[in-house]
């Protein structure tokens, strides 16, 4: 019988192709959970595809998927016309902010809206939580604001939380494609959407699978 894994995934920024790659290396089997840590839309080809991938995933395994500025965005621009070209501004797609569009314009239809707008900010596990961008190390893991969880880039890098626990985040890329791993925080945003790579991470082996942008491994 095979151990349930946990496996973080970073920013997918639209890229259909490289998610796809990146499960088939992966192979999530029905006991794991994948945690994405948000970012599925801006930048590439196909942020609605990935959005059904990533609902899709939930037939094989428990998914964890969590919400990323983009999604905030994404969602600001539906709530605020006025927003729409600051968020196209950074490559989101404005198509995708008409619910019942049609399939040409890739608007996202109503289960995908509400994949969308329910992303948590924030998982926690026994020994690790994850969240998008950033953390405030002494707030508590469930009451981390908004702006630091979504938008704070590692610049500098935080302290350990005072809970002890291992924080798993993307948001800052590392264009060299290497994983930044302080101990306490580990950042797997690897420049997908930037011309990088898409990078899996198993939090507890700490293997990691990494695709380019087409979906190839490297």
């Known amino acids: ?15 259909a192709a490289a998610l796809a ?6 192979e999530p089997r ?12 801006s930048r590439g080809p196909d942020s609605r595809k990935v959005i059904q991938a990533v609902i899709d995933l939930r037939r094989r395994c428990r998914v964890v998927a969590l919400r990323g500025n983009h999604e905030e965005m994404l969602l600001d621009a539906c709530r605020d016309p006025s927003a729409l070209e600051g968020w196209v501004d950074v490559g989101g797609d404005a ?21 969308v707008s329910g992303l948590p900010i924030v998982h926690e596990s026994d020994e690790h939580f994850f969240i998008h961008a950033n953390y405030a190390p ?3 893991i469930a009451e981390q604001d908004s702006q630091t969880a979504l938008w704070l880039p590692l610049d500098p890098p935080p302290g350990p939380h005072y809970s002890g626990k291992t924080a798993i985040v993307g948001h800052t890329p590392q264009f060299d494609g290497s994983v930044l791993n302080l101990g306490h925080v ?22 990691l699978w990494q695709v380019n942008e087409s979906g190839d491994e490297v």
């Open 186 to 207: 580990v950042c797997i945003d690897t420049g997908c959407g930037f011309g990088g790579l898409l990078t899996a991470f198993d939090i507890h082996s700490g293997r």
């Open 138 to 140: 002494n707030r508590p």
């Open 21 to 26: 790659g990146l499960l088939r290396l992966v």
């Open 30 to 41: 029905p006991a794991d959970t994948v945690v994405f840590l948000g970012d599925y839309v």
């Open 1 to 15: 019988m095979s151990i349930p894994r946990t496996i973080a995934i970073g920013d997918i920024h639209g890229h």
């Open 95 to 115: 198509s995708l902010v008409a619910p019942g569009a049609s399939e040409a314009w890739r608007g996202l239809d109503e289960a995908q809206w509400t994949f």
